[in-house]
């Protein structure tokens, strides 16, 4: 009963250097969720997905893209990181009115 | 546009005293609100959620909130705090019971437990 499962839980990235966070559910899930965490802020979406194939920005997509190839995996990548991308990742899926996340995965761009 | 107001980025209350933590919401449509909980080094974890019908809502752990329309509140209370309660919360809402997976969290609230 793996339910949302993130990969890596931490990562340390050099200015520059690109990455991708995985993020898998079990839960035949249609929706899946992108946020990030930093103090005082709460979570702020990234990006979003309302099947395989459909994907689309939220408050904070820039220097992220996505993609849904199926429904169980949702990929976040950082394409040229930078220091203010340091923070916690949280990705989520949702179905029966209730929002699942994931351990998050701490990301220290240096 | 949907915006989440928590009242008080840090409350301190002893070991049975009553939890009061505060949430303000602001959304163009009947809202869908939550509040979920997120101890140390994990994620977040779902306490209560608010969708129609009864406007006090019950959830895990002993805590409800009750939806008040007219004041744009969805306040959480324990009648007793617990130690374990320590943890930082957030009020959430969604447009819609299909839409939560774009929720608009509040800025949270760490709640600490003395003995």
């Known amino acids: 009963n793996a339910g949302v499962t993130q990969t890596p839980k931490f990562q340390v990235l050099k200015t520059g250097q690109s990455m991708t966070l995985q993020c898998a559910q079990d839960?035949?899930?249609?929706?899946m969720s992108w946020y990030r965490q930093d103090p005082g802020m709460g979570l702020r979406l990234i990006h979003y997905?309302?099947?395989?194939?459909?994907?689309d920005q939220g408050e904070v997509p820039n220097g992220y893209n996505v993609s849904r190839s199926t429904t169980e995996d949702f990929p976040l990548r950082l394409l040229s990181a930078a220091p203010s991308q340091t923070s916690v990742y949280f990705c989520?899926?949702?179905?029966?009115?209730?929002?699942?996340f994931g351990q998050g995965t701490r990301l220290t761009v240096v | 546009a949907q915006s989440v107001t928590q009242l008080g980025s840090h409350v301190s209350v002893s070991e049975g005293a009553l939890v009061l933590l505060r949430c303000n919401y602001s959304?163009?449509?009947?809202?869908?609100l939550f509040w979920y909980v997120q101890y140390p080094n994990q994620g977040l974890q779902l306490l209560l959620k608010?969708?129609?019908?009864?406007?006090l809502v019950k959830g895990i752990n002993g805590f409800e909130a009750e939806f008040k329309k007219s004041e744009t509140s969805f306040h959480l209370t324990k009648p007793s705090a617990h130690m374990s309660d320590a943890a930082e919360y957030f009020c959430?809402?969604?447009?819609?019971?299909?839409?939560?997976?774009?929720?608009?969290f509040g800025k949270g609230t760490l709640l600490t437990v003395n003995p």
């Open positions: 989520a899926s949702a179905g029966g009115g209730e929002a699942f």
């Open positions: 959304s163009s449509v009947p809202p869908y």
């Open positions: 608010y969708t129609t019908g009864a406007t």
């Open positions: 959430a809402v969604s447009e819609g019971l299909s839409s939560n997976y774009k929720l608009t």
């Open positions: 839960m035949n899930h249609e929706y």
């Open positions: 997905s309302v099947g395989a194939g459909i994907t």
